[in-house]
Structure formats: C-alpha cells, structure tokens
C-alpha cells in the first residue's frame, strides 16, 4: 500500500499510527512517500493521499483525519534579547522566517472572539519549503515562524524553542485521505484510513 503525505508528518502522531497499524497489521506493506508540494489524486501513483484540500472529482472517497493546530514559535536566546511582547502585534517589528512564501499576513483568533491581523513585510527575509527548515532556522534563533504545534513538543520541552501567545490561534489545517473509489484494496485502504482517524484524534 502507497502512501502518499506532506513532509511534515515526519514529525507528528500520524507517523505513530502508520507504525502503531503496521505492527498490528504484519501482514501489509506499507510504502511512505513524503512530499513538500500537492499531489495530484488522479495521477494514481499512490494508493492513499493525505491532503489539505478535499478534491473535487466524485470519482475519489474522501474521509476526514484530523486538524492539526498551528503555533507562533521563536528560539530561545531571540525571545532573549526582545522586549516582552504583551499582545501579537508586537511581533510586527520582529524577524520572521515563513513558510514557502513571503506572506505578509497572519490572522490570529483569541477564544473565537478577540482577532488581530499580523502585518510584515521587510521582516520576512527567510522562507522555507518545508516545516524542517522553519523548525531549524528557529532554532537558529533568526526570527517567529508559525509551526504545526505537535512538531515543536520536543523543543519546547528542551527549551531551544518558546511558544508566543499560546492563547491564541493561529488557525487549524484540517487534513483528509483521498482515494480513488474503485480501488481494488479498498477493503483494506478503509481499514488504515479508520485506524488513523481514531488513533491520531484520540492523540489529540
């Protein structure tokens, strides 16, 4: 069974599950492909897409995994040597390092009322295609990045990196498998697909 997924589940409780149903399930093999970019459904090259986007064709079961929770994260030795920040938008004027593109924006929300937009732009000066680069460059202590929440445990508990404003949201990425209806394992593609839902939820 091909699986196809983002790269930065490399890190994640989704990982756990793929190696949690492969030690109950030692019968089936289970190839991983990590990818930093979207794959496209319909070139089949895999037998389970875990996407961000729900795909529009009906020729494609989709099932709803999990959401996963994204963070403001900072280097340690950086927060260090900045002033206290009281609310987010004293981040403006920090160093940021974001993910693929230079975006200029972030919207925050504070218990489903309070909101705030982030603006920066000269401060963007480092991108990464991946969430292993953000994780090292913050580490690097060079600027906030906004980060998977479950990739950062570690480095929270080691104290290289320090969560900004953990009361507030920076929004959660709901995540989906795909797959083409008329699979011939589809048996077995809704076993694993069930199992990871249940097991990655109740992680959460």
Request: aromatic fraction near 10%; include cysteine.
């Amino acid at each position: 069974m091909k699986v196809s997924l983002p790269s930065y589940f490399t890190h994640s409780p989704l990982l756990e599950a793929i190696g949690q149903f492969s030690l109950s399930h030692p019968g089936v093999e289970i190839a991983l492909s990590f990818t930093n970019h979207h794959r496209d459904p319909s070139l089949r090259d895999s037998d389970i897409f875990v996407l961000v986007a729900e795909p529009r064709s009906s020729r494609f079961a989709v099932q709803e995994l999990f959401e996963i929770e994204r963070g403001l994260f900072v280097g340690r030795d950086y927060f260090a040597r900045q002033a206290v920040p009281q609310h987010p938008k004293d981040l403006e004027d920090w160093d940021w390092i974001t993910f693929r593109s230079k975006k200029r924006n972030f919207e925050l929300s504070k218990h489903g009322n309070e909101r705030v937009k982030l603006s920066i732009d000269l401060q963007s000066r480092l991108q990464s295609s991946n969430f292993d680069g953000l994780h090292y460059l913050a580490k690097m202590n060079l600027g906030v990045t906004v980060m998977p929440v479950d990739m950062c445990r570690e480095s929270i508990r080691d104290g290289s990196l320090i969560r900004l404003f953990d009361d507030w949201s920076c929004g959660a990425v709901t995540h989906y498998a795909v797959w083409p209806e008329n699979t011939r394992k589809e048996g077995l593609t809704s076993v694993f697909v069930d199992f990871l839902a249940k097991h990655v939820s109740s992680d959460a």
